[in-house]
């Protein structure tokens, strides 16, 4: 677990350097504006259970390949657990977004670092979005979990 903390530190680390230049061409490809903010409904499977799960995204797009930002998740059905987390957003091309981040999960019986890796693809209908995606929540000491549904948001 502590290589993957360490990619994901590195890789953070590296975001400057890439957000460092906004350009016109920047704000030509994000016309809605750089905040955006999403609900997400899904479920999740952990350890057999499967739960509906709810949450909020927030990002802030720095450029046209990286957002940064948070997300909350409440997972129901017998897991009855938080799940906050930090990520980075890397937008890679029409829609293809991949989201890695650190967080924690805070359940009935323990609470766990967890690191998350995931990938979702962005409709954009004007200022208004649908993505489905798809996350795998490393879990350090504890089973792992996956995170998949659908998130509806707009960017202002």
Do not use: C
């Not at 799960?53 to 046209?64: A, K, L």
């Not at 890679?92 to 967080?103: C, D, E, F, H, Y």
């Amino acid at each position: 677990m502590s290589k993957t903390l360490a990619l994901i530190l590195f890789a953070l680390s590296s975001l400057p350097a890439l957000s460092s230049e906004t350009s016109a061409h920047d704000e030509h490809h994000l016309p809605h504006g750089r905040h955006h903010i999403s609900v997400f409904l899904g479920t999740t499977d952990l350890e057999g259970n499967t739960g509906f799960t709810q949450g909020i995204d927030y990002e802030y797009r720095i450029n046209g390949l990286i957002g940064l930002g948070g997300v909350a998740e409440y997972a129901l059905g017998g897991i009855e657990a938080w799940t906050i987390l930090a990520v980075a957003d890397i937008h890679l091309k029409n829609g293809l977004i991949l989201q890695v981040g650190p967080g924690f999960e805070h359940g009935d019986e323990e609470d766990v670092f967890v690191t998350r890796f995931g990938a979702l693809y962005e409709f954009e209908f004007g200022k208004y979005t649908i993505s489905p995606q798809v996350h795998f929540d490393d879990h350090t000491g504890s089973e792992d979990a996956v995170v998949y549904g659908i998130a509806f948001g707009f960017s202002f």
